[in-house]
């Protein structure tokens, strides 16, 4: 296919996936009152978002569609903002079980096993590290979401203005087709919001399954010489940026880490070269949700995925420009990538235990629990507005996040 008509596809393909950010929201919308309380008060710990944040990406095997869909909730006003914040942390966790299987193509191969498990696994380590930090820090200063609240309520404005986004009324007309002719053939109520959302999220799969087919055919095929040349003479900003503008580019983070996997398991690229190129990777990566916020009516979408963008800056800032603590992910996925070349059946059951068995476990047992979680998102609904808006207005509609 021709470059050029490929790009256009790849166009096309991104419409697609916004339309059906759309669909997906104006599906959660028709659900039956009793439906929407059941499924965002179903989940009352912090803890047990996050699990279902880590739960819902491996099994969609994409960081995107999870926050897309949560930035979807969001968007209604159904999810709050606090609530939605611990299963974006889990999605940035989930995402990197697609380069972990991979690695696992070099089980019978010890040598390439060792590396190749590093380079996936300093990823995880980098992830879990991030999410120990500042999950906590969260629930205690709420600084993200106070952060991008007040970022979103400068990019979109507030003085109960509605947030009209030129994408919203590009996607508008698609999304509208989709629900008249479900409505046509009789469903309404619950019934045609399910179908709502069996369509948003049917759009949203193959929208992103083609982007990336389309957009490897059109880069990855010339990344692995242009990733060998750029970071032999580069440092850690520089490979970041690299990885960054590659994830931009292929709307996927799991791409990107992944193709590091082969090529550090073939010692072209060294353990300290691929680390950065990751962390750029899951910046790159919330640029999707982004675009997800913009098809949105509601400046609390846009507040979610900026959250995403903080938090994986803020995972950055953490550990990287200190020597010291750069080293903790690498040390640990060093000792990993011994392990896994010495005991691989370890490995394989370590990996389904982290990234299915505590994840599903953790969702499931934490979900209704009445605990400190619950009083940390319900207390954030009753108690004023701490930027100092007071909740008559912010139950007008100026902005229904408490922060």
Partial sequence: MPTVVRALLVFGLLYLFLVGISVLEGGISSLGEGIQEQL?????????????????????????VTTSTIVGLVGTGLLPVEAAVPMIMGANIGTTVTATLVSLGHLRRSAEMRDAFAAATVHDYFNLLAVAVLLPLEMATHVLARSATWLSDRLVGTGGGTFKS???????????WVRSALESTGASGTLLGVLLIIAGLVFIFVALAFITTNMKALVADRMEQSINAFLGRSGGAAAMLLGLVITMA???????????????????????????VTLGANVGTTITGILASLATSRPEALTIALVHTLFNIGGILLFYPVPAMREIPIRLATRTGEVAARHPTVVVTGVGVSFGV?????????????????EFFSRRRRCGDRLGRPPDQRDAGRRSTQL
């Fill in 250 to 276: 292929v709307q996927s983070s799991s791409i990107t880490t992944s193709i590091m996997v082969p090529l550090a398991a073939s010692g072209v690229l060294t353990l300290r070269s691929v680390y950065p």
């Fill in 166 to 176: 030129p994408v919203q009324q590009a996607v508008k007309g698609p999304a509208g």
């Fill in 40 to 64: 965002f008060t179903s989940v009352k710990n912090p803890i047990a978002a996050l699990c279902v944040g880590i739960l819902a990406t491996v099994v969609a095997q994409s960081s995107s």
């Fill in 358 to 374: 505590i994840p599903l476990l953790g969702s499931v047992t934490l979900r209704g629990g009445t605990t400190h979680g619950h």
